[in-house]
């Protein structure tokens, strides 16, 4: 039971055809307790379990690194929402990554990562993996050519992020997968910025895909997560076998808050979406804006995602002073690094959330400024950039 994680339980597979985004959101792997009815997954605070006999395990539970039921209860949902065989949690999105880089990749292999990773990535490859015999290359990965280019023998996977942080650029996740598989490798997708609720990675054929859930599917900024799902049952065992062995798991409290924040996913994400456009609409009218990114013209995006999201950045005007400045002044819009949750965040990625790339050939322009657009009253937000602004 333990580690069965297909399909979304036994009462969604009497639905009879493939339940829709928000039906699994809320009863993939969700169902009521067994033993009282309990309607919400309870919260399993136990590190251990009583065995019947030595060996005699109930369900296969026998310690909460290796197992957890409200962990696994998220697992099942994180699997059904991205359309892959099983989910892992994660401690934190970075945890995600270091585990499934060092249960894939051995000293001596080399991935392809964005030339604008989100900067904990770059980071993981640059400061602490490479150290251990990993190597990188940084590519512009809407330049197909490039890619391919950049692909080596020793290369084990294909790191792709879409839409990146902060840069919004959107890589086509088919036609990579495509050069991955030709070199014998695989892709991996971050898709926190999308969420599974606007583009399934593995749909488009990914072999595994990489959520930061402190993002978008915990959405109340009230917990740090990450998570896998993998596209087959060979991985899995391999993630399997590393998330237990190096026990970057996610706790039980907060694999519950990611559960309970993705039964929302798909409203938050329309309303996200319809603040973001009104947003995008302003800022693109605005004299102090140079240039917005957001993917809504971007035909690649068009392709793989059903909407754009929340996330918005852009340039100004008058330099770094200027993109400081509008920073500091928001009233509604919080100053804060990370994003995905109800509320609306500014920053500025050049000295806050990507200072890790500054002087390395991803650093950001240092007139761009971030937003995590919230789901707020709309002309609230409207208004309190334009005052911003100037
Ligand atoms: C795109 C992206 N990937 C990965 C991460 C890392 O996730 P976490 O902060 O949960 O470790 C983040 C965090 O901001 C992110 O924005």
Redesign the pocket.
């Known amino acids: 039971m333990a580690g069965d994680q297909r399909g979304g339980g036994n009462r969604l597979a009497d639905v009879g055809e493939q339940p829709g985004f928000e039906t699994l959101a809320i009863h993939a792997g969700q169902e009521p307790d067994p033993t009282t009815g309990a309607v919400i997954t309870p919260l399993y605070l136990t590190s251990t379990y009583a065995q019947d006999g030595v060996g005699g395990l109930r369900g296969g539970y026998d310690y909460s690194r290796s197992v957890n039921p409200t962990r696994t209860a998220l697992e099942s949902c994180l699997a059904a929402l991205e359309g892959g065989v099983r989910g892992f949690a994660f401690a934190?999105?970075?945890a995600a990554e270091d585990t499934l880089l060092r249960a894939l990749c051995a000293p001596g292999d080399h991935v392809v990562i964005p030339g604008d990773a989100?900067g904990?990535?770059f980071r993981l490859f640059d400061k602490v993996l490479n150290r251990w015999g990993l190597s990188y290359t940084a590519v512009d990965q809407t330049d197909l050519a490039a890619v391919q280019a950049a692909v080596r023998d020793e290369t084990t996977l294909i790191w792709c992020?879409t839409p990146t942080?902060p840069l919004l650029t959107i890589v086509d996740i088919g036609a990579v997968a495509a050069i991955a598989h030709e070199a014998g490798a695989l892709l991996g997708v971050?898709n926190?910025?999308a969420s599974p609720y606007l583009q399934r990675p593995i749909g488009l054929g990914a072999d595994i895909v990489m959520h930061?859930t402190?993002?978008y599917l915990g959405g109340h900024s009230d917990v740090?997560?990450?998570a896998l799902v993998v596209s087959d049952q060979e991985l899995a065992e391999r993630i399997a076998f590393h998330h237990n062995a190096m026990g970057g798991v996610a706790g039980p409290f907060d694999a519950w808050l990611v559960l309970r924040g993705i039964k929302t996913l798909g409203v938050r994400m329309d309303r996200h979406c319809d603040n973001a456009e009104r947003v995008v609409a302003m800022l693109r009218e605005h004299d102090a804006v140079t240039q917005v990114h957001y993917p809504d013209r971007n035909e690649v995006a068009a392709k793989q995602m059903s909407r754009f999201g929340g996330m918005v950045s852009f340039r100004v005007a008058g330099g770094e002073p200027k993109a400081l400045d509008v920073c500091a002044r928001t009233r509604v819009f919080t100053l804060a690094e990370?994003?995905g949750g109800v509320e609306s965040l500014i920053e500025h990625p050049g000295r806050m959330?990507h200072s890790s790339v500054a002087g390395s050939p991803l650093e950001v322009p240092s007139d761009l400024v971030r937003l995590s657009v919230g789901i707020e009253t709309a002309h609230d937000l409207l208004a309190d950039l334009r005052q911003a602004l100037g």
Do not use: C, R
Request: no cysteine.
């Open positions: 934190s999105g970075m989100y904990g990535t992020e942080n971050d926190t910025f930061s402190t993002k740090v997560g990450g990370s994003l959330t």
